[in-house]
DNA sequence: TAAATTTTGTAAAACGTTTTACGTTGTTTG
DNA sequence: CAAACAACGTAAAACGTTTTACAAAATTTA
């Protein structure tokens, strides 16, 4: 095939050094005449030169690289994440390498020794299974920066933070308000610390409220995705739940199908509310109600906080706490009888 | 910073030439006695080399990448895309870039820029905007390998296609069969060929059905989004259309809140079908009847023929054609009177 | 006009790999 | 026992950049 052409084809062409060209071409050619400069300029559209990536970045020791692993490039709360993350991630001048491991953890070690050959930057993982003994066995030993979303937090490191145990209480202290006195919370198994925190904080405010946790809710344990909240819902029956929390919004439209399918009712013979604020939520059927994240905040703010930290890795860390709040819809109303 | 460790300090630490290590470490070592072999592996792990990636690829002149570009990640269709393309890009040892250019031309051009200097392998474009022109005279000149979905065919070059006239054949044939007589398609403006395509399918048989395209269809221009169906609506309303076909599962969605918030029933006072079968089709109610398209196996084969194009840049050009059917849920139903 | 200074440019080292071509040794063969 | 051949290993070139240190020519200064 064609050969590239490099630094030397041009600096030939114009018939000066490799160093002027390069000078040139980097924005550092006020030193040289500017006729040459046009001249080089000139030779480089006509040439079609574009640098080689490796040899440049072999000698400047940085690619402008980071790496993003998330659970599920489908699920519309990372996806927007990851907008975020982009969106950034252009402004600062540094190219996001993206990753989905779709909750497999064999895949996301693979991944995660992808982006350490290449993403020489630093990498942001959001991704439950990855332990902290790989973390710091694998990313620590490297001295390469990370920021971790979703995970129990760690004492050292950068971190971008919501109040999940006060989402999870806005959560709760909702449906009370409404006067229900039975509740569900959907969760997958081994929930992250983020999720552990919305329980708790539901918890927080049904204790408050007086009553007693274990008898007033039911937690029912599924997947984290449409079809785990669809699988959750003959649990949901079962219990004598009026007020439903699924963990995210993906799970309550799971359950909203499940609901249809049995002829339940929302919100008339069953609350649901759901976490997250996903698009989705003003266009299902009720409008769902939920606790709103941040989550394109939550992408520009780690990235900003990572890149921060690549450039000056021995900064103290930074925490960034962004709020959350109830947003109320349709899908919740005071119980039936 | 800890410096990072090199091959040389390795050969060092082993008392052997940066040679022997590179030929060990990259399974070409059985010229080596064993114990050398398994001297200079235990090492390896014992410093943490990993080889510096663009030393490496610099001097192999491929980094096993490929770029991809979309025009929108949060979309479920390419999400799903995404997601088959990563799966069979890790079977291949490749890994993917990949961007959300959020329909912007000039974020288009932006990444289009960084993916040719980083992605020496080749590029997978799902995007609209980006002309032709800008094609031959980027990828074309720098002789590096492209596919281009939902895009103008082009004579020449690797392909993946879906039938898309007989996708809209599909649609309309089946709501001719439940009998309407009246119709609308959802549709953006300036649509790329594949939404053309579906047009035509669906005219072709309307007017094989003995209808006058300009009189029994109204055509409506909207942003092939949820928010775009959603702003549709009213259009679709004053049109006399029973029978709508939303150019993609998304508009349908959007298409659903304005019909539910103008107390319109669906299918029982207007049908409404999509295109592509995302897997939210069966989360909305009623769950909606579509044409499915194998996204995963698109992602999948759309990368298989870009690395095989990698490897042999002069194999003939290579089509792929993937099948589309017809999914009937509950969205669809005879017309009112 | 000689010295100093600015302007404009270049040669060569360095980055961390892979690979080609070439050496040793030691063992077998005739 | 010399020659041939394995077995095991290494030196050095190459990849395409950026950058440091130096140099020649042109201009200014004294």
Redesign the pocket.
């Known amino acids: 095939m064609r050969?590239?052409?490099?630094?030397?084809?041009?600096?030939q062409a114009a018939?000066?050094?490799?160093?002027?060209?390069?000078?040139i071409?980097?924005g550092?050619g006020?030193?040289?005449?500017?006729?040459?400069?046009q001249h080089v300029l000139k030779l480089q559209k006509q040439l079609n030169?574009?640098?080689?990536f490796?040899?440049?970045n072999?000698?400047?020791?940085s690619s402008q690289t980071i790496g993003v692993l998330v659970p599920n490039i489908g699920n519309p709360f990372f996806s927007t994440f990851i907008k975020g993350i982009q969106e950034t991630a252009r402004e600062l001048q540094y190219i996001p390498l993206i990753f989905g491991a779709n909750h497999d953890e064999k895949i996301e070690n693979y991944y995660l020794e992808k982006m350490i050959e290449r993403a020489t930057g630093g990498l942001i993982i959001a991704s439950a299974s990855i332990t902290i003994a790989t973390i710091d066995s694998i990313l620590k030993k490297n001295g390469i920066p990370y920021l971790l979303m979703d995970q129990n937090p760690i004492v050292e490191g950068d971190r971008v933070q919501t109040n999940d145990f006060s989402g999870g209480e806005l959560a709760a202290q909702h449906l009370l308000d409404l006067g229900h006195k039975h509740f569900a919370v959907t969760i997958p198994n081994n929930p992250t610390a983020n999720l552990l925190g919305r329980l708790n904080g539901f918890r927080y405010a049904i204790e408050r409220a007086g009553l007693v946790f274990a008898q007033a809710v039911t937690v029912i344990y599924s997947p984290m995705t449409k079809a785990g909240g669809y699988l959750a819902t003959q649990d949901v029956l079962k219990s004598s739940a009026t007020g439903v929390f699924a963990i995210n919004d993906e799970m309550a439209i799971g359950l909203y199908r499940g609901m249809m399918q049995n002829n339940v009712r929302i919100p008339t013979d069953i609350s649901i509310m759901g976490y997250d604020n996903i698009d989705l939520d003003e266009y299902v059927t009720p409008k769902l109600t939920t606790v709103q994240q941040p989550i394109l905040a939550m992408g520009e703010m780690a990235t900003r906080l990572l890149v921060n930290r690549i450039k000056k890795p021995m900064m103290t860390p930074q925490k960034v706490d962004l709020p959350v709040s109830l947003v109320v819809r349709q899908s919740t109303s005071a119980p039936r009888n």
């Open positions: 050969k590239k052409t490099t630094i030397r084809d041009l600096a018939d000066v050094s490799v160093t002027t060209v390069s000078q071409l980097n550092k006020e030193r040289f005449s500017s006729a040459t400069q030169y574009v640098p080689d490796n040899a440049r072999l000698i400047m020791k």
